[in-house]
Nanobody, 127 residues
C-alpha cells in the first residue's frame, strides 16, 4: 500500500520559514517523481515544485522560485520543501504526491499526472 504522509505545516508570519516533509512507504522509493502541490480556497490546485528522486533534478513554479527549495533524503524515503520568505499568497493546503518519470520528458509538471497523494498539511501565512 503506497502511503505518503506530510508533516510540518502550521502558521507563520510573512517573511518567515517553514519546512514540510513527506514520508513515503509501500513502494520502491527510488527513481520516482515526487512533487509538492498546493490548493487554496477559490483557486485551482497548482504545482509548487517537483524532484526526481534518482538524479535530484528539480522544477519550481515561478511563484516560488528563489524562495522555496525541494530536496530528498533517499535513505529516509522522504522529500522536503523548505519555504523561506513566505508571503500571504503561500497560504494553502500543501500536498505531496508521487508520479512516474517519463523518459525524455522528465517529471510531470502538471498535478493531474501524479497518481498517489498524501492527506495534505495546512500552511497559513499571516501579516
Amino acid at each position: 500500500l503506497v502511503q505518503l504522509v506530510e508533516s510540518g505545516g502550521g502558521s507563520v508570519q510573512a517573511g518567515g520559514s517553514l519546512r514540510l516533509a513527506c514520508a513515503a512507504s509501500g513502494y520502491t522509493y527510488n527513481y520516482n517523481c515526487m512533487g509538492w502541490f498546493r490548493h487554496a480556497p477559490g483557486k485551482e490546485r497548482e504545482t509548487v515544485a517537483t524532484i526526481y528522486t534518482g538524479s535530484g533534478s528539480t522544477y519550481y513554479a515561478d511563484s516560488v522560485k528563489g524562495r522555496f527549495a525541494i530536496s530528498r533524503d533517499n535513505a529516509k524515503n522522504t522529500v522536503y520543501l523548505q519555504m523561506n520568505a513566505m508571503k500571504l499568497e503561500d497560504t494553502a493546503m500543501y500536498y505531496c504526491a508521487r508520479g512516474r518519470f517519463q523518459l525524455g520528458l522528465g517529471c510531470p509538471r502538471i498535478w493531474d499526472q501524479y497518481n498517489y497523494w498524501g492527506q495534505g498539511t495546512q500552511v497559513t501565512v499571516s501579516s
